[in-house]
Nanobody, 126 residues
């Protein structure tokens, strides 16, 4: 059974940092791109960041660019999201996702082409 398990969420003050992790298991994710999405209360899920299998290509939502960094460690099938300079508007449930290519790391395709994690709560207090 394929699993993506997120960890590292929690409560932090504005301006603080958190590092999220997502560990993949149950199949080989060789060649898979991975990404992070988030969903705030009452809002739609939105893209945050994505990284290619090699790690050589990354992309970010404009709202997090310069503050968040996505990385991965393929030997452990793990992807990370380092979040700095956190703001109250970053409060959301953060979801990890995996898909066969970067082009498929989007809300329209992951449901039938990839995998989702269960999410981890990030709360930023003002």
């Amino acid at each position: 059974q394929v699993q993506l398990v997120e960890s590292g969420g929690g409560l932090v003050q504005a301006g603080g940092s958190l590092r999220l992790s997502c560990a993949a298991s149950g199949r080989t994710f060789s060649g898979y791109a991975m990404g992070w999405f988030r969903q705030a209360p009452g809002k739609e899920r939105e893209f945050v960041a994505a990284i290619s299998w090699s790690g050589g290509y990354t992309k970010y939502a404009s709202s997090v660019k310069g503050r968040f960094t996505i990385s991965r460690y393929n030997a452990k099938n793990t992807v990370y999201l380092q979040m700095n300079s956190l703001r109250p508007e970053d409060t959301a449930v953060y979801y990890c996702a995996a898909a066969p290519s970067m082009d498929l790391i989007n809300l329209a395709t992951i449901h039938h082409s990839g995998y989702w994690g269960q999410g981890t709560q990030v709360t930023v207090s003002s």
